[in-house]
């Protein structure tokens, strides 16, 4: 398996994991000083204990889908969907891999939906 | 040049064609039937004129850089920087690459900060 195999499938392993509430298996996925970072925010979690922790405790019966998935030899982006009871969000994930293969860093994006700004209408169709 | 490096050259491209206003450069990466998304607002924007002067037309001093680019064969995801004046954002893009190596679909997102909920302070640092 050459490292953008093995990235890819840290990454669909990832989302694997968190879905059913892999704890352990999701640990195995991990370095220990793993860092984990929502931008929109500006939060970051430091290490595989706490960041475990962060998605045990998460609230609501959330579920994520793979929508696509880019990978290189340490990297990987992800495109999610996430839904939790009726709502419905899209989420953009980077993952860093280390040399050994495991997740090493992952960034967190959550766009929310907005109304658009006046003056583009007569470009674009809506959905 | 294998195709992941295309498809890396071509998301370079296409920041820096926007980045440096030249409108046939950009057009030259481009597909004539490009389709242009940005799920927040639900907007789509069909073929490659319009998606130029809906960019010619976009107000604002922006400017683009990128800070990461994951590309397979055929698909990028890109990670970028992105400035008006003082005001700072990050955005993330998608895109699909035809296979003649021209661009035929992009996705941009644009995640807004936000005040994180209550509850997780024991487990996060901000910055």
Redesign the interface.
């Known amino acids: 398996m050459d490292d953008?195999t093995r990235t890819r499938r840290a990454a669909h392993d990832y989302v694997d994991r968190l879905e059913h509430r892999d704890w352990s298996g999701l640990a195995g996925l991990l370095t220990d000083d793993v860092v984990y970072e929502?931008?929109?925010?500006?939060?970051?979690?430091?290490g595989r204990d706490?960041f475990l922790?962060?998605n045990i405790?998460y609230p609501g019966d959330w579920h994520l889908r793979m929508r696509?998935v880019?990978?290189?030899d340490r990297?990987?982006?992800l495109?999610l969907d996430v839904r939790v009871a009726a709502e419905q969000q899209?989420a953009?994930v980077?993952l860093e891999v280390s040399e050994g293969g495991l997740i090493s860093r992952i960034v967190d994006?959550?766009?929310?939906?907005?109304?658009?700004p006046p003056?583009?209408e007569h470009?674009?169709?809506?959905?």
Chains 1, 2 share one sequence.
Do not use: H, K, S
């Open positions: 953008t929502m931008p929109q925010t500006r939060e970051r979690i430091r706490r922790r962060f405790d696509r880019v990978a290189d990297t990987a982006a495109w899209d953009c980077w994006y959550w766009p929310e939906p907005y109304e658009p003056g583009r470009l674009v169709e809506r959905w």
